[in-house]
């Protein structure tokens, strides 16, 4: 199996394993060194007792140290400096530590952990040597004194100088790993980072380019960069936003923006800037670095001016045809007015009798003059809250009697159609400031729209209530209702729900006048409906003067509007 990576503890420093093959022949050379060193001295004499166990003891870790192949990381080679520490220990206890003839084996920690590479590892076999060193000289203070075996001595020894002038070596070798991979890492990052589309820079905090990648702009050259830092390539008006991202980037947050180029001020270029370590770290060297990437943002940013000035435009030109309708409110009702009184006159023969046919026209000219009339007064209405020139004239009133009144206008509509009209209001007075007048065109558009598209013995219901500072309008109906796709239209000027034979009877400003008169009061409108089952339309004001009197329990009544009970009305 494949080894994986593992890191030398040291920061900075890549991760590679391509030491393991080499650490595990030195710790197989190592155990079987020792074994024959124990056999032949047991053989040929001058290696008995105790250190010839000790000897044997120091076999152990160099066969451990194999496992290394089957697994190998940061824990796994610990666990073996731990293993030869332990056995440095023991050898140097059974052979007297320093003073004995195996004194050269308290150093093998420290052979291994330069061996195994890094520099924790390297403290680590340190601090075996010590453990090692001190159980010999306590074995030497209270067991001695010890036999001296001259060969013994020097085999170890020169074991022990053999092991860590290998160890040295393969130290440098993985070092010299780690560094070519980490320079082979840092080669194709720039390479990566040369070909990316845009300019990627690392900064100071002062704005000083410390390097550069990739394509610039072509409004941001490189060599000024570099000479004469970032800010100085920007546009003098700009440099303060750019000052201000560089801030924000220092601080933790990523910030984008766009600037002119001082060398091309027709250019746009924009900048994603990013703190290059983590804001809660000290960076090394205690400087921070910004990562900058610069794009070229001169089509988009034609576009989008382009955009918008056509918005403008768009604008303009609404404002204009507002103000243009608004402003004809008197030129287009003084003639329409003359139409309908001389054709009511007519119709009311009071300069004589009229012959049948042309009475017929004069009551046709009356009903078409009055409906052109209402169309354009909801125009101009419309037109003048476009055009914010529909001033609102607030009082104090009780809007029962608006309400009551409006139900009482489009009464005879409604016994016309055989639809039941019928209100729910409460007992006390509802005391609100609002414009009297747009509440009241509030309530005949909702009545009227209702009315209008409910069929024959259809009902319309009328609620009126106050909560809290809120009034609450809700015109239901048990109507044709609209469908949950035409909903999101409705409100609109000059949207309409249905199919053709419904929209031919109206021309979409109803509900559109309504939901502006609401909004210039500060409240909203909202439309329920279920197609083939009715609509409630809801109209929310606050408009209710504070210190109002309680509604007492049961205060709701329900007033009835028509003749015959069984008549209903649809909204």
Known sequence: MTPPDHHDGSPGVPSVARDLPALAAWHAAWAVTAALLALGGRWFGGLDGSAFYAVVVMVIPGIAGLGLLARDGDRERLTSLVVWSLASAVAAALSGGLSGALAGFTFMPLAVGLAMGGQKRAQAGLIGVVL????????????????????????????????????????????EARLIAAESAVTRVEALLSRQPGLTLVLEPSGRVLAAYGAPPPALPVDPLFAQGLIAAVHAPDRPTVLSAMESALAGTEAAILFAPRLALD??????????????????????RLIVQAFDA?????????????????????????????????????????????????????????????????????????????????????????????????????AREVVSAG?????????????????VLPDEPIEVSADR????????????????????????????????????II?????????????????????????????????????????????????????????????????????????????????????????????????
Not at 302 to 313: D, H, I, P, V, Y
Not at 349 to 356: H, T
């Open 475 to 571: 015109v239901a109906d048990t109507g044709v209702g609209v469908a949950p796709a035409d909903l999101k239209r409705l409100g609109r000027p000059f949207e309409q729900a249905g199919d053709a034979d419904q929209r031919a009877q109206g021309t979409g400003l109803g509900l559109s006048l309504v939901r502006a008169l609401a909004e210039l009061h500060g409240g909203r409108m909202t439309i329920e409906s279920t197609l083939g089952e009715g609509t409630a339309v809801t109209v929310r004001l606050p408009v209710v003067v504070a210190g109002r009197a309680p509604v007492p329990p049961g205060g709701a009544e329900i007033i009835p509007l028509v003749a015959d009970p069984s008549r209903t009305v649809d909204a």
């Open 298 to 398: 001169t089509n988009q940013y034609a576009r989008e001016l382009g955009l918008e000035t056509a918005r403008n435009e768009a604008e303009s030109q609404n404002a204009g045809k507002s103000r243009f309708l608004a402003n004809m409110s008197h030129e287009l009702r003084t003639p329409l007015n003359a139409v309908i009184g001389f054709s009511d006159i007519m119709r009311q023969r009071l300069f004589g009798p009229l012959p049948e046919k042309y009475a017929e026209y004069a009551d046709s000219i009356h009903e078409a003059g009055g409906h052109l009339l209402d169309l354009i007064n909801d125009v101009l209405d419309v037109s003048k809250i476009e055009a914010h020139r529909y001033p609102l004239s607030v009082e104090r009133f009780d």
């Open 267 to 288: 250019r746009r270029v924009t900048l994603i800037l990013r703190r290059f370590d983590d804001a809660g770290t000290v960076p090394v060297g205690g400087v921070p």
């Open 132 to 175: 090692a060193v001190g159980v010999g000289a306590l074995s030497a203070r209270f067991a001695g004194p010890w036999t001296s075996e001259p060969l013994a001595a020097a085999l170890s020894t020169l074991m022990v100088v053999a092991a860590t002038a290998l160890g040295l070596r393969l130290s440098w070798r993985t070092a």
């Open 407 to 423: 139900i009482a206008l489009v009464r005879l509509s409604a016994n016309d159609k055989t639809v039941d009209l019928a209100g």
């Open 437 to 472: 007048r747009a509440l009241k065109q509030i309530m005949l558009n909702l009545l009227s729209n209702a009315i209008k598209f409910t069929p024959a013995r259809g009902s319309v219901t009328v609620t009126l209530e106050a909560i809290g500072p809120y009034l609450e």
